[in-house]
């Protein structure tokens, strides 16, 4: 596969801008974008937190791994992923296959600020939500840097500007 056919996926922390900046890569490059989560719910008709909640958080693994085996076959999508998503190494040898993992790296902080108050995070749904999000982290931070083909820091950036920064190192690897 060449590289300019690849997919661009996004990993990082919940919270930590995959969609928005996915959305803006994916028009800068004139790619199509996709989103998993939003592809598990429109496809099950349920909401994440529903998911969660009704069916439990292994059946919304499967079918995050379901999703993933259909639009890995695709080619020249931004794809969002969820945060969860390298937990399963199915899910990142498919990805990886035919795509190149952008990891956005984010601190416990900037996750709270983005999404302290969110009820939408099931995962997060707890008494200090801080101390989640740091142990979450934790065991969560080497998987995104082992599969990371790329990794950018978003400590104090614009999201237009890092979208830019991501879009040129991206056109030097496909070169
Ligand atoms: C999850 C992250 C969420 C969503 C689900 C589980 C996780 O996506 O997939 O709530 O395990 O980190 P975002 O990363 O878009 O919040």
Known sequence: MKENKKNIVIIGFMGCGKTTLGKKLSVKLGYEFID??????????????????????????????????????????????????????????????????????????????????????????TDDKMETIRRLMEERKHLYEKYAHLTVDLTGGIVNVITDRIALALEEKMR
């Open 36 to 125: 998993t989560d939003k592809l598990i719910e429109d496809c099950s008709g349920f909401t994440i937190p529903e998911l969660f909640e009704q069916k439990g958080e292994p059946y919304f693994r499967r079918l995050e791994l379901e999703t993933v085996r259909k639009i890995s076959k695709n080619q020249r999508c931004v794809i969002s992923t969820g945060g969860g998503i390298i937990k399963n190494p199915l899910n990142m040898d498919l990805l990886s296959h035919n795509g190149i993992i952008v990891y956005l790296e984010a601190t416990p902080e900037h996750i709270y600020r983005n999404v302290g108050n969110d009820k939408n995070r099931p995962l997060l749904q």
